[in-house]
């Protein structure tokens, strides 16, 4: 027989499952018809583990080139995606890039994978694309060369249309800004946007420089023909010797044409009115004039945002009235080596040639609207008498691609033998060179098989005999 006690306990014990039981039941009927509530998994918080296959880090590839990643994630692996260049590329683990648009260089590449929970997980390799481009061995179209400062790293995305529209062979961008983050990640995807556009021509190459923190600083340069070599230059030396660190350094090119090698050379001055932006704007020419000036007798292209006036911009070409006032030192030196004041520091080895202005003398030729013309294409006398046709923001979207209007040229350039002496017999009888360098003595100037006016329009001067080589060469006199 069951003691009181022990009956009171199980009796407390029934009516508790009882509670238990009906309590469940409750929460079942509560639950019926509703959308059941999912349960949480336990996750790691652990990103996927990402291993690139192909290509492998500080590879040299060209062509078609496969990249293939593996992802592993406990949780389940939600997406994928393979980034060149900052840009995604594909949404897979695998892919044929063809590089044959791309520029030549170092381009970087993500393997990127996210789990079922968002959490991503990558890995990069960075890789050099060196694609063999065939260019013609001889030009006999004129190129086209251009400067157009694109404002602020390309604010306005119009200035790619003026790209479009203008078709330039040699282009100096000037204000690249952010060209060169990311190891020249948006360098890289703007020279394939426009290789792409232009799947019928050669190819671009592009540098840009390095070490740029503000959008309106740093230049870069885009050619279809090879670059043999680039250089950035943050410092120029003075007359006196000294060295001047400039507000925006200054790019070289060593650029194919012809055979020729070219020195492209794109610059920006200092900026803004006022007599010590003035100043700066002088002593950063004078710095440059005596770079070109090392490098000897050599074809010169500046191209150039100069933040100032030209001496021969007068009259119904001169700047507006109401305009600040920039001054006119830096394009005086360059084109008036006869200027008492400027004069001193012009070339002492290049006569320098303002093709828009030598082209268009009836045009005033604006490249800031309502400030006046800052942008310059500038040649040397290797180019005297090649330039064919110049214009300035004459395209449609020139006035929404960027503050400034971009400038161009055509010009002709010479097979490299047609800048180096030709000896037409053994006793020097006939030695060709580059007329706007003044002769020793006074030869007649001419080709006898041509007439003057082809004379003029090829611009070489004949010197017939050793000693006047010898003098012409030394720049002494020969009697």
Not at 209 to 215: K, L, P, Q
Not at 241 to 261: K, L, Q
Request: net charge negative; with cysteine; hydrophobic share 35%.
């Amino acid at each position: 027989m069951l003691s009181r006690s022990l009956l009171n306990g199980i009796i407390a014990l029934i009516i508790v499952l009882g509670i238990v039981a009906a309590s469940l039941y409750f929460v079942t009927v509560i639950n019926q018809g509703n959308t059941p509530t999912e349960t949480t998994p336990t996750t790691t918080g652990t990103p996927p583990a990402i291993g690139i296959v192909d290509p492998s880090d500080g590879a040299t590839v060209s062509g078609l080139v496969n990249i293939t990643f593996v992802a592993d994630d406990e949780d389940g692996i939600l997406s994928t995606e393979i980034l060149i260049d900052g840009a995604v590329r594909a949404n897979a683990t695998t892919m044929i890039w063809n590089t044959t648009l791309e520029n030549n260089g170092r381009h970087r590449i993500v393997c990127r994978a996210t789990d079922i929970e968002g959490t991503p997980g990558e890995a990069s390799v960075t890789v050099t694309v060196n694609n063999t481009r065939v260019v013609p061995e001889t030009i006999t179209e004129p190129i086209k060369v251009m400067t157009y400062n694109i404002w602020e790293s390309g604010r306005d995305p119009d200035w790619k249309q003026v790209m479009f529209e203008e078709n330039p062979d040699i282009v100096v961008l000037i204000e690249t800004g952010r060209f060169d983050d990311s190891q020249d990640a948006l360098l890289n995807r703007i020279v394939l946007e426009f290789n792409t556009h232009f799947s019928d021509e050669l190819p671009y190459q592009g540098y840009t420089a390095e070490g740029i923190d503000y959008t309106t600083d740093g230049e870069a340069i885009l050619s279809r023909y090879p670059i043999l070599e680039f250089n950035q230059i943050p410092t120029v030396k003075l007359d006196d010797g000294s060295s001047y660190d400039v507000t925006h350094d200054f790019i070289e090119a060593v650029v194919r044409v012809n055979g020729t090698d070219i020195h492209v050379i794109g610059g920006h001055l200092k900026a803004m009115e006022g007599s010590n932006n003035q100043h700066r704007r002088e002593v950063e020419t004078e710095g440059i004039i005596n770079y070109m000036d090392d490098l000897g007798d050599v074809p010169i292209i500046f191209l150039a945002d100069m933040n100032s006036f030209s001496p021969d911009d007068t009259g119904g070409h001169a700047p507006p009235p109401t305009t600040v006032d920039l001054g006119y030192g830096p394009l005086t030196m360059m084109l008036r080596p006869d200027d008492p004041v400027y004069g001193q520091y012009s070339s002492k080895v290049h006569t320098f040639i303002d093709v828009f202005r030598t082209l268009n003398p009836d045009d005033p030729g604006y490249t800031y609207p309502e400030i006046g013309r800052i942008d310059y294409v500038i040649v040397n006398q290797h180019f005297a008498g090649l330039a064919i046709n110049s214009t300035a923001g004459d395209t449609p979207h020139a006035a929404t691609g960027s503050d400034h209007y971009s400038v161009d040229a055509f010009l002709k350039v010479p097979h490299q033998a047609d800048h180096r002496p030709i000896l037409a017999s053994p006793n020097y009888s006939l030695i060709l060179f580059p007329k706007s360098r003044p002769t020793p003595c006074q030869h007649p100037i001419g080709f006898p098989h041509v007439s003057e006016d082809e004379t003029r329009y090829l611009s070489h001067t004949i010197i017939k005999c050793l000693p006047c080589f010898l003098a012409f060469r030394t720049g002494t006199s020969h009697e």
